[in-house]
């Protein structure tokens, strides 16, 4: 059976956007729920990759309600946030409101700094060649209706010696977690999505997506036919989630 949410090809952008529009309110509380809050460990991981430096400028792809792009200004980076749904914006801007991303410089003084929120295409990034430090994307390659597109993007507005990192689902290579996980997506998440949000095919989705993206191997492989240096692949969870990342050549 099809996904009310996932659509291939041209339909793929609109698909998506209703779905978070869906789900933008709950988005922040069942993903704690369905990954036990182990996300919030994966995105600072993604943070401590990026090795942030004084004056860094750092851009959040699919930045959603805003989780890495708060920690990366907290770690005292520059930072865009960029997604493709106004309402996943409204809850990232609405954070920003209550509470300062803040920082502690090397003298032990603190720093706040907020992330800027923007509403934009991964695939089409409104800013020219060479202009960030840091690019980062957490759970949003995979809904792209082209994630080599999205991971051009990535390479074109990264300036020479730049970190590009992505965070999403991967795929197992151990067969019998492979297959305990998926009936996990396949049961589990669809149910947390209807008990909590009203509507499991908002989080059959991700298994859904996930059957179509070819996961951390196959970002690997673009990574290095970008000629990105250091180029890793770090599994978490057996390979269920995953990091990959790499260094635009300076």
């Known amino acids: 059976m099809s996904n009310a949410y996932y659509a291939p090809g041209d339909q793929r952008a609109a698909k998506v956007n209703d779905l978070f529009a869906r789900i933008a309110r709950r988005y922040d509380f069942l993903n704690d729920l369905q990954s036990f809050g182990l996300h919030r460990l994966w995105k600072r991981r993604v943070v401590k990759l990026a090795q942030i430096k004084t004056g860094a400028r750092a851009l959040d792809l699919c930045c959603g309600t805003g989780d890495i792009s708060f920690t990366l200004a907290r770690g005292g980076?520059?930072?865009?946030?960029?997604?493709?749904?106004?309402?996943?914006?409204?809850?990232?801007?609405?954070?920003?409101?209550?509470?300062?991303?803040?920082?502690?410089?090397?003298?032990?003084?603190?720093?706040?700094?907020?992330?800027?929120?923007?509403?934009?295409?991964?695939?089409?990034?409104?800013?020219?060649?060479?202009?960030?430090?840091?690019?980062?994307?957490?759970?949003?390659?995979?809904?792209?209706?082209?994630?080599?597109?999205?991971?051009?993007?990535?390479?074109?507005?990264?300036?020479?010696?730049?970190?590009?990192?992505?965070?999403?689902?991967?795929?197992?290579?151990?067969?019998?977690?492979?297959?305990?996980?998926?009936?996990?997506?396949?049961?589990?998440?669809?149910?947390?999505?209807?008990?909590?949000?009203?509507?499991?095919?908002?989080?059959?989705?991700?298994?859904?997506?996930?059957?179509?993206?070819?996961?951390?191997?196959?970002?690997a492989e673009k990574m290095r036919a970008l000629k990105l240096n250091n180029v890793r692949v770090i599994n978490l969870l057996g390979g269920a989630m995953a990091i990959n990342c790499g260094e635009k050549p300076a």
């Open 77 to 219: 980076a520059e930072t865009t946030g960029l997604d493709f749904s106004p309402q996943m914006l409204e809850v990232a801007a609405s954070r920003s409101q209550k509470s300062h991303a803040r920082s502690q410089n090397k003298n032990g003084q603190l720093a706040t700094c907020n992330p800027q929120f923007i509403q934009g295409d991964a695939q089409q990034i409104p800013f020219p060649e060479n202009a960030f430090d840091i690019v980062t994307v957490g759970y949003g390659l995979r809904n792209l209706t082209s994630w080599e597109r999205g991971l051009d993007e990535m390479f074109r507005v990264a300036k020479p010696g730049a970190r590009l990192i992505v965070l999403d689902f991967g795929k197992p290579t151990n067969a019998l977690w492979r297959a305990i996980y998926f009936t996990h997506l396949k049961m589990s998440v669809p149910l947390m999505g209807w008990l909590f949000c009203g509507d499991a095919s908002a989080y059959a989705y991700i298994l859904e997506s996930l059957k179509h993206y070819p996961a951390q191997l196959a970002v």
